[in-house]
């Protein structure tokens, strides 16, 4: 699957100081929407140069991508994902590819950072999540002052309610789901022991 050529948005699982970072703000329901850093490709930059742009946009960090030893294909976020053969076109493979063969494709990879992560342009705020975090914002009713009372790690550009639910967008979702599927996938990224390019 040619993916580079056909991947229209790009983002990332990007660890920072062994925590993941994610993005924080209001959806259009009105809950605080947690979602992947990342976006669409502009011109014709690759999909890894938009890739490191969005984030220095988003976060202000310089990423380093981390060549995942399997990738996962879905067609839609809620299915089943399937592993798929790779091909040796690419030289940095992504750990989850969404879409089909014949319409658009969205890629996420997984990345490091060791600059600390600042909110930055259209970005309100920024979770640090360790694992715990992820599985807890996933499964429970909780907002960013339960959060922070469990120890949770936030920065903020913007002011946001603090007495709002904590929406899981897809990704931290499939971060999860990706975790008890592959819980020694995640341990290898999580101690860096991922090849990094």
Aim: aromatic share 10%.
């Amino acid at each position: 699957m040619n993916f580079n050529k056909k991947a229209i948005t790009a983002g990332a699982f990007v660890l920072y100081d062994y925590l993941f970072i994610f993005m924080v703000g209001p959806n259009k329901e009105g809950d605080l929407g947690v979602v992947r850093f990342g976006g669409h490709r502009e011109n014709d930059e690759t999909i890894i140069e938009c890739l490191k742009r969005e984030l220095k946009e988003e976060a202000s960090i310089t990423i380093t991508l981390a060549n995942s030893p399997v990738t996962y294909h879905i067609e839609e976020w809620d299915e089943e994902p399937k592993l798929i053969e790779r091909d040796l076109e690419e030289d940095i493979y992504p750990i989850i590819i969404k879409g089909t063969q014949n319409g658009p494709l969205s890629v996420t990879y997984f990345a490091y950072s060791q600059e600390e992560p600042k909110p930055y342009f259209e970005t309100h705020g920024i979770l640090l999540l360790k694992l715990k975090d992820v599985e807890l914002i996933c499964k429970e009713l909780i907002t960013i002052d339960d959060f922070l009372k469990s120890e949770g790690k936030a920065l903020f550009q913007k002011e946001l309610r603090r007495d709002v639910i904590l929406k899981p967008g897809v990704h931290l979702k499939w971060l999860s789901t990706l975790y008890k599927k592959n819980p020694d996938l995640i341990e290898s990224f999580m101690t860096k022991s991922l090849e990094q390019v």
